[in-house]
């Protein structure tokens, strides 16, 4: 059973930074790629960035490219998402996800949700 747990997540000021965790566990992740999604209040949920655990690919939306970046660490199990530069329409509760590397698998493990919320 893959378990994420977020954190990191608060009220910062329009131009700030955040740097939300993703704590993974229940599996060994060498094969898996892991993400970070995010959803605004009355909007659908959004792709923001994902990394491959094995080769470390990153890949963003292009609304956060250039401002957010997304690390791994093997050692703790543990997924990052450095945020910099924030706008108030970062503001959304960021969620992370997990899923086989496999081409065309399906985000199948989310965690609860970290609110971040940038004001201007």
């Known amino acids: 059973q893959v378990q994420l747990v977020e954190s990191g997540g608060g009220l910062v000021q329009a131009g700030g930074s955040l740097r939300l965790s993703c704590a993974a566990s229940?599996?060994?992740?060498?094969?898996?790629?892991m993400g970070w999604f995010r959803q605004a209040p009355g909007k659908e949920r959004e792709f923001v960035a994902s990394i491959y655990w094995s080769t470390d690919n990153t890949y963003y939306a292009d609304s956060v490219k250039g401002r957010f970046t997304i690390s791994r660490d093997n050692a703790k199990n543990t997924m990052y998402l450095q945020m910099n530069s924030l706008k108030p329409e970062d503001t959304a509760v960021y969620y992370c996800?997990?899923?086989?590397?496999?081409?065309?698998?399906?985000?199948?493990?989310w965690g609860q949700g970290t609110q971040v919320t940038v004001s201007s």
């Open positions: 229940g599996r060994t992740f060498s094969s898996y790629a």
């Open positions: 996800a997990a899923r086989n590397a496999i081409v065309g698998s399906r985000w199948g493990d």
